[in-house]
């Protein structure tokens, strides 16, 4: 069984994000979704809000093999280890996404070199969008309903400081 784990923050999910979920599903037998627990960032969303959030969008989508959503701290070599996966599953948008993802990339190869990282070049459609983007936009009051699903354009709406 062919397993991947698709790593990010996720803070929140984005159309660009489901579109690598939807085409990484037709790859492998199994997605797993984990969002990074990071102590060092300031995230918008809480870990479990990133989580209810994903499976919300997922639960609208079939995806024809199982999807999961999962958080993890710490490296995620140490994550995939522990789950016996050897399968990273990153998109890619743009040249400037390159640098970042061949850093992490090589890291963990170096870190566990039975892990493969594979890339899936993010629709045109979406090249543009990221999180960061929506949370700005969100945050002036402008419309981000083509960029992420519904339910995550109200709880933006609902952190008081993005409405
Ligand atoms: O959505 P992001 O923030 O670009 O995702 C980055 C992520 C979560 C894939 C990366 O930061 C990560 O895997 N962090 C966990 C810590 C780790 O394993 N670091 C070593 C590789 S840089």
Request: proline content about 3%; aromatic content about 8%; glycine content about 6%.
């Amino acid at each position: 069984m062919k397993v991947a784990v698709y790593p990010g923050s996720f803070d929140p999910i984005t159309y660009g994000h489901l579109d690598i979920l939807k085409r990484g599903a037709k790859i492998f037998d199994k997605v797993i979704v984990a969002v990074l627990i990071n102590s060092a960032k300031q995230p918008l969303f809480s870990v479990e809000e990133r989580k209810q959030m994903i499976t919300e969008a997922i639960s609208q989508t079939e995806y024809g093999v199982p999807v999961e959503v999962d958080s993890f701290e710490g490296l995620l070599v140490d994550y995939l280890r522990d789950k016996d996966i050897h399968v990273i599953l990153r998109g890619l948008r743009a040249i400037s996404d390159f640098e970042y993802e061949l850093q992490i990339a090589s890291i963990n190869r170096k870190l566990a070199n039975d892990v493969e990282t594979i890339f899936l070049m993010t629709n045109n459609m979406h090249s543009f969008i990221s999180s960061g983007s929506v949370k700005e936009i969100a945050k002036y009051g402008g419309d981000v309903t083509d960029l992420v699903p519904s339910h995550v354009v109200t709880a933006l709406r609902e952190k008081a400081d993005y409405v």
